[in-house]
């Protein structure tokens, strides 16, 4: 069954620290995607990656990176030089074509971030 | 300008009574979902929309019910609240061209209900 673990639920850093955010996956699919998103306190589920299984580059978006490495099923994100305004919760995600279904997304458990002044 | 608009932000209903939560968007994408999201917890789907099909996940109550008249409206509605629907719901759309293409969901603010 397609499964998400972000074992880490909370986080506090200072401001300008770097910190690097956990995703293990499981899944029985050889063609998947994996996404993360983030949820600040205003509720709003604000997209961030997508990454599909044959592509395992890394990505880097300004102050965000994301390592995809397929042999030990991870997905991290890493927040370089933080804000206070990346304080927020961060899903990671796995889509989930089941058989005769609808794709649908299965979420992590969530990581609460705190980026102190 | 928002794409996914919920509304109300914040409903309050009493134990029992109806209550309907809206959501509406401007992307004219194909497909939008429902999720229920309690305190400190990953979101959970409860149903989403193929066009106009009807896609309800398997334990998701029957207390819980929804209507698209059309692309651009869907509706969920609670036919009695209970203390423990008291949670954030969160729309969300995608444009889905093709299944297991890992279509992006994009999400509203959320609405949060409160039951008394």
């Known amino acids: 069954a397609q499964k998400v673990t972000q074992a880490q639920t909370e986080i506090s850093v200072v401001e300008k620290e770097d910190v690097t955010l956990d995703c293990v996956y499981e899944t029985r699919d050889t063609t998947y995607y994996l996404f993360w998103y983030k949820q600040p306190p205003s509720g709003e589920l604000v997209f961030l990656i997508r990454?599909?299984?044959?592509?395992?580059q890394n990505e880097i978006s300004g102050r965000y990176s994301w390592n995809f490495q397929k042999s030990t099923s991870s997905f991290n994100f890493t927040i370089t030089a933080s804000q206070v305004v990346d304080s927020a919760v961060y899903f990671c995600?796995?889509?989930?074509?089941?058989?005769?279904?609808?794709?649908?997304?299965?979420f992590g458990k969530g990581m609460k971030l705190t980026v102190n002044p | 300008d928002a794409m996914v608009i919920q509304n109300p932000r914040y409903q309050v209903t009493q134990f029992g009574k109806p209550v309907t939560l809206s959501c509406s968007q401007t992307?004219?994408?194909?497909?939008m979902y429902w999720y229920q999201q309690k305190s400190s917890q990953a979101p959970k789907l409860l149903f989403h929309y193929y066009d106009k099909d009807f896609n309800n996940e398997a334990d998701t109550p029957d207390n819980f019910q929804s209507r698209r008249p059309n692309t651009s409206f869907c509706f969920l509605d609670i036919r009695s609240p209970g203390l423990g629907d008291a949670a954030m719901y969160l729309c969300?759309?995608?444009?889905?061209?093709?299944?297991?293409?890992?279509?992006?969901?994009?999400f509203g603010a959320g609405t949060r209900l409160s039951v008394l």
């Open positions: 992307l004219n994408h194909n497909v």
């Open positions: 995600a796995l889509s989930d074509l089941p058989q005769g279904g609808s794709e649908k997304l299965v």
């Open positions: 990454r599909n299984s044959f592509d395992e």
């Open positions: 969300a759309t995608s444009r889905v061209l093709l299944a297991g293409a890992g279509n992006i969901q994009y």
